[in-house]
């Protein structure tokens, strides 16, 4: 199938509607350069309409009635799974992606928006009897939830679907118009998603998706008329737009260098397989993929037989294959900084157990041991397909090593006692504790995000709805009760 269309260049959405500007940007596959798609890029001018469109519907929009929001959100999902592999072939082709993983990110990107259509329903007021005091005789509180108003979203490369529409969902399913910002590298997907909305009954002006160079988010980021900035990507670009914006809403979901302990009551077998699939899916490129392996050390060499027999197992190749577990990287210069990270940590001591290698934009998946502590594989964040094993005396040690780190999103913890699992979720100071299995499990409704370095807020449908707006009270006076 041809993901690139004849009607290229793909518009952009301005307030709904399809634009084009002055100037086109090419797509191309990371793994051979293929051309993806092509698409227009919007001037200022229309950047500018697509702000004032937004600001101008604020009040519509948040007064929209709940059955409409809800009935164009569940319009997407229907959508979505109608076009599913279409879709996932598009994302293969703009981000290199295996199309295993792409259709799970389409299904995915589904659940999303049949996960807000139900919680636009359910996200109502409630009422607070005040007259627990005889002060308060006769008075009622109704707290409500209201946005504060166009939200500012700025999506990564690497789930450029499903990472849209986890800003996208919440913001309609509250009332709050939204102008999407996609990775500069992956952007066609956020268009076709832009394209379905155009189908639903939303008010002009209550979307836009504006394909613009990362050198100009800095107007939208600074714009008054967008209160709210949902932003995920890396630390350092995150936390420059909270310094900037101080006085803004700022939500941030952030990188990672996610752990797994395996302790020695775990079913090694398990661990194995899921690490070793967990470190690699997506070529490493998610925050919370396999980078730091902790094994007890009773159980250490039994499970790296394992894990490195697992690894070894694993399909990297061609991404529009359907057998291929492990594609390229977003672009070669991406994995060229992967590869001197690898190099880096072996020249300073460490032993290269499987991978090491790069071709073009592909690295094999790699397992490093003996890691000093300092390399930059163990301390950042790799973003891509290597993991280090590194063996603890004890669940104190594997703790302690887990916190030892200036990022907190997820951590996965594989043992059978349920006294260990609480103990984890008590010490380890992430934003999210998987029992059983890899940081990397993620359920679309629940709470996700970090801690530390990690971020700041909530994704997840309803937590993500509650960072979008604030708490409203009303009074009321005078009541029998």
Known sequence: MDVSRTSDPRPFWLAGRPATGDAEQTVTNPLDGRVAGVHSVPTPDQVEQAVAAADAVRAQAAALPIHVRAEALAHVARRLGERSEEIARLITAENGKPVLWARGEVGRAVSTFRFAAEEARRFSGEVQRLDTEPAAQGRLAYVSRVPYGPVLAITPFNFPLNLVAHKVAPAIAVGAPIIVKPAPATPLSALVLGEILAETDLPEGFFSVLPVPNDRA?????????????????????????????????????????????????????????????????????????????????????????????????????????????????????????????????????????????????????????????????????????????????????????????????????????????????????GGVIIGDVPSYRADQMPYGGVKESGVGREGLRSAMEDFTYEKVMVLTGLTL
Request: negative net charge.
């Open 218 to 430: 800095g107007s939208l980021v600074e714009d008054p008329r967008l209160p709210v900035v949902s932003f995920t990507g890396s630390g350092p670009v995150g936390f420059s737009i909270m310094d900037r914006v101080p006085r803004k809403h700022v939500t941030l979901e952030l990188g990672g260098n996610a752990a797994a302990v395996v302790l020695s009551d775990a079913d090694l077998d398990w661990a194995a397989t899921r690490i070793a699939l967990y470190s690699n899916y997506q070529a490493g490129q998610s925050c919370i993929a396999v980078q730091r392996v902790i094994v007890e050390d009773a159980v250490a060499d039994e499970f790296t037989d394992r894990l490195l027999a697992a690894v070894g197992a694993l399909v990297t190749g061609d991404p529009g294959d359907d057998k291929t577990q492990v594609g390229p990287l977003v672009s070669e210069d991406a994995a060229i900084r992967v590869e001197s990270w690898v190099n880096e940590a072996v020249a300073a001591g460490a032993r290269l157990l499987a991978g090491g290698t790069r071709d073009g934009a592909t690295i094999t998946p790699t397992v490093l041991a003996d890691v000093p502590a300092g390399a930059k594989v163990a301390c950042e964040e790799v973003f891509g397909p290597v993991m280090i094993v590194q063996r603890v005396a004890s669940a104190d040690e594997a703790f302690a090593a887990v916190n030892d780190s200036r990022y907190g999103l997820q951590a996965g913890v594989f043992t059978r006692s349920l006294d260990m699992a609480f103990r984890a979720n008590r010490e380890l100071e992430v």
